[in-house]
DNA sequence: TCGGTCATTCGTAATTCGACGAATAAAGAA
DNA sequence: TTCTTTATTCGTCGAATTACGAATGACCGA
């Protein structure tokens, strides 16, 4: 619970996430779009939301492609509606 | 909302709100019992819960008695789900 | 083959976090 | 008054976070 809530501490992954959950899947390129912040940065920030479980990336040859993990983020659901 | 999971991004703090969801209110000296760690550590971690808006406390004389913010609870929970 | 794009990793600097003990303030008991 | 209990604040230290640019590796097009 905590270590979710820690990939979910800081607004850019916070935006990382939602971007996902609202357009189901991007690639790499695109996120750097999204947040104004050095590309090596932001591979920084997916890595730990990789490493938390909630998002997923599938190496489609050059390109990365990702999205959200459901039940890992359901998973997070519950956890906090049983607060 | 990353302010919020900010807050709950750490084991002690996490077991803190549990605690006195669980309980309802108690007093700091209750919580120390709660954790391996030093007060004036679990002061800090008090102080992050408060200063997020989940916990509130109110100065009983010479104690602290410490409850859960409802309301802002309900905030974070309504925040999580809409993901 | 030679560039160019894409994504990641590495190295680094500044800041924040998490823990502790010591010092402090305020109230009550001896 | 003096001592004890209670909760917080302060100072400090090592570890972790966050940001960047540079270097790297893999793939495609010219």
């Known amino acids: 619970m905590a ?6 501490a800081h607004p850019a992954r916070v ?11 991007c690639y790499f390129g695109k996120l750097t779009d999204i947040l104004p912040l050095a590309p090596s940065t932001i ?7 990789k490493d938390a479980g909630l998002i997923l990336g599938s190496d489609d040859n050059t390109r990365t492609c990702y999205c959200v993990n459901v039940e890992r983020l359901e998973e997070l659901k519950e956890l906090i509606a049983a607060l």
Chains 1, 2 share one sequence.
């Open 3 to 8: 270590a979710l809530c820690k990939a979910l």
């Open 43 to 49: 591979s920084q920030h997916v890595t730990v939301l």
């Open 15 to 25: 935006k990382l996430l939602n971007y996902l959950a609202d357009y189901g899947t």
